[in-house]
């Protein structure tokens, strides 16, 4: 339960970092390699943590480098899926403010505090 905690987390870490870069890359016009991105970070995350998902579950592995770059790619997996969570979760925070102003304008409230 560990092993799958930590990969999410990564995930999460990784999708922060896709992010971070994208924006970057949005000015460069490139914003359209998002998912490239996350597949490299991943990787790299988990090269650089020496983080091998297969060994951690008791899978046996020929090649330990191949356990870890899989791992990479699982890592990617997440984060697009954080990237799909956390822009659901926006869109949804959006609409609640919106109908909260669209309230408050047509209903000509005023603000209390």
């Known amino acids: ?5 930590i990969a999410t987390l990564l995930g999460l870490g ?19 390699v ?3 991105l996350g597949l490299a970070l991943g990787v790299a995350a988990a090269w650089l943590a020496g ?6 579950w008791g899978v046996d592995l020929r090649w ?5 770059t899989m791992t ?3 890592l ?10 956390l822009a ?11 109908e909260a102003n669209t309230l408050e304008q047509a209903e000509s409230l005023r603000s209390v505090a």
């Open 72 to 74: 990479g790619f699982v």
């Open 51 to 56: 983080f091998n998902l297969w060994t951690a």
């Open 14 to 32: 990784v999708a922060v970092a896709a992010t971070f870069v994208d924006r970057y890359l949005d000015a460069l016009s490139l914003s359209q």
């Open 34 to 36: 998002r998912p490239a």
């Open 64 to 68: 330990q480098w191949v356990g870890v």
């Open 76 to 85: 990617a997996g997440a984060a697009q899926a954080w990237h799909a969570v």
């Open 88 to 98: 659901l979760a926006e869109g949804l925070g959006r609409k609640a403010n919106d």
């Open 1 to 5: 339960m560990y092993v799958f905690a």
